[in-house]
C-alpha cells in the first residue's frame, strides 16, 4: 500500500489586544511561512486570528464590523502569496462579511494555487459567555476537501464551540474526511475537560486525526491558555503547544491509522441515524421530558 503520510501544523498565535487587522495578519504571516518552510503541507491558524476576542463579550460592540473583511479578500490573498510559493494548504480564520448586514465566524482554507478553495462558516455560534450570536449568523454547511497533492488527504474544518456538539465531527467523517481541523479562542473557563477530554472524544468518535489551535496571552480580562494540540485516531495526543507563544506544532500523521482506528472501533459502522432522526427532528428538545 502507497505511504500516505502528511505533515500538518496548528498555530499558535499570541494575542495582540488593540492592534489593527494588518498587524494581527503580519504575526499569522510569519507563523504560516515557518511551518511552510518546515514543509507543513496543511496549516491551521487560531480561531478569528485577525481580530481580539474579548471584544466579542459583553454588549454589542459595533465597532468591530468593520474589521471584517470578504473571502475572498485581502486576507486570503496575503495567505495565498505563501501557498502558492510553498504549494501547500493553508486554514485561515477570520471575520467575514459575506454582505451588507450579514456577517460569519468563518475559516477559509487557501490553496496551493493561492486561490481560495474553500470556505466553512461557524455553524454552532455561541452564547456562553461570548455573545457570537449579536455579530455573526450560523453557517448552514458541512464540506470535506481533498489536497491537490499525495496522499490526497481529505479533511474537513469546524470551529470553536462546533467542538462540543459531536454530531460536527462526525458529519465531517462520514462525509469522507480523515482529519478535522478546529480553530479555537478558548480562554481558562474552557480548559481542563472541556478542553482535552472533549478535544480526544472527538478523534475517537470518528476515528480522525483532529487539530486544535487556541491562542495565548492575555487580552482584556480573558486570559487564553494555549495549548494547541494534535489528536491521532486513536485519541492518543500527539502534540501540545502548552503555553508558547508564536509558535507551531507539527505532526507526520500517517492516514492508515484511520483506517485502523475504525477497524477497532466500528462506531461509524454502527451508527444509526435512521433511529436518532424522530428525536433530532422534534421542535424542541424540552418536549421530550
Not at 22 to 29: A, D, P, S
Not at 63 to 91: D, M, R
Not at 170 to 175: E, Q, S
Request: glycine share 8%.
Amino acid at each position: 500500500m502507497a505511504d500516505r503520510k502528511i505533515r500538518v501544523a496548528g498555530l499558535q498565535e499570541k494575542t495582540m489586544p488593540r492592534t489593527s487587522v494588518q498587524e494581527k495578519l503580519g504575526r499569522t504571516l510569519e507563523l504560516i511561512e515557518a511551518a511552510s518552510k518546515d514543509g507543513c503541507q496543511i496549516i491551521l491558524g487560531g480561531e478569528l486570528c485577525t481580530s481580539d476576542y474579548d471584544r466579542f463579550y459583553d454588549k454589542k460592540d459595533v465597532s468591530l464590523f468593520p474589521e471584517a473583511e470578504p473571502i475572498p479578500g485581502p486576507c486570503t490573498e496575503a495567505v495565498g502569496k505563501i501557498t502558492k510559493k510553498y504549494k501547500n494548504y493553508v486554514i485561515f480564520p477570520m471575520f467575514e462579511k459575506a454582505a451588507p448586514g450579514i456577517y460569519y465566524n468563518a475559516a477559509a482554507t487557501i490553496g496551493p494555487e493561492g486561490t481560495v478553495v474553500g470556505n466553512y462558516r461557524k455553524t454552532h455560534v455561541a452564547g456562553v459567555q461570548v455573545l457570537e450570536k449579536l455579530y455573526f449568523r450560523a453557517g448552514q454547511d458541512f464540506k470535506v476537501w481533498e489536497t491537490a497533492f499525495e496522499p490526497h488527504a481529505r479533511f474537513g474544518t469546524i470551529i470553536c464551540h462546533d467542538r462540543r456538539y459531536p454530531e460536527t465531527s462526525r458529519i465531517l467523517a462520514m462525509l469522507g474526511a480523515e482529519m478535522m481541523f478546529c480553530p479555537t479562542a478558548a480562554p481558562g473557563y474552557a480548559h481542563g475537560v472541556h478542553w482535552g477530554l472533549v478535544n480526544t472524544a472527538r478523534a475517537v468518535d470518528t476515528g480522525m486525526f483532529c487539530i486544535y489551535t487556541n491562542r495565548v496571552g492575555q487580552e482584556g480580562s480573558k486570559t487564553y491558555f494555549g495549548e494547541t494540540m494534535i489528536v491521532n485516531p486513536h485519541g492518543e495526543v500527539v502534540a501540545n503547544a502548552g503555553d508558547a507563544a508564536n509558535a507551531f506544532i507539527a505532526v507526520d500523521c500517517d492516514l492508515a491509522l484511520v483506517d485502523e482506528a475504525r477497524i477497532a472501533t466500528p462506531t461509524l459502522r454502527d451508527i444509526r441515524n435512521d433511529f436518532y432522526v424522530k428525536y433530532y427532528s422534534q421542535p424542541a428538545y424540552d418536549r421530550l421530558l
